[in-house]
């Protein structure tokens, strides 16, 4: 029941706060201080390679998300017209919390929990 209630509690909470904007960064690296909200897209010479963020169940471990061809996984990005990030496939952690969530059109929408791992 308590699961059931945080799952609950979290769903909520992310329709209730402002959409996720895209922040982007110039270098090599994501920026040492993330944005607690916000994703980071990293762009080395107008080639964008990963997109970063905190990870939203609150753990504040930093996600790296690469965009690059030849990495494997790799993520697509798609910005709407009003600037809010879509982030496919979804971003599953296989350790640490084991966050599972798509980022659709700067929102946090969270995957029903599994068994599995």
């Known amino acids: 029941m308590i699961r059931f209630l945080k799952n609950w509690l979290r769903r909520w909470s992310e329709r209730l706060r402002p ?7 110039s270098g090599d690296s994501l920026p040492a201080n993330m944005p607690r909200r916000d994703l980071v897209l990293a762009d080395d010479d107008g080639d964008p390679w990963c997109v970063g963020m905190i990870c939203p169940c609150g753990c504040r471990r930093t996600i790296e998300l690469m965009l690059i061809r030849e990495a494997n ?3 697509s990005l798609k910005v709407d017209s009003d600037g809010y990030p879509t982030l496919t496939p979804s971003v599953w952690l296989r350790t640490g919390c084991k966050s599972h969530f798509w980022v ?14």
């Open 19 to 25: 959409r996720r904007r895209l922040v982007i960064v």
């Open 73 to 75: 996984p790799r993520w």
């Open 104 to 117: 659709r059109g700067g929102r946090v929408q969270w995957c029903p929990p599994t068994n599995s791992g």
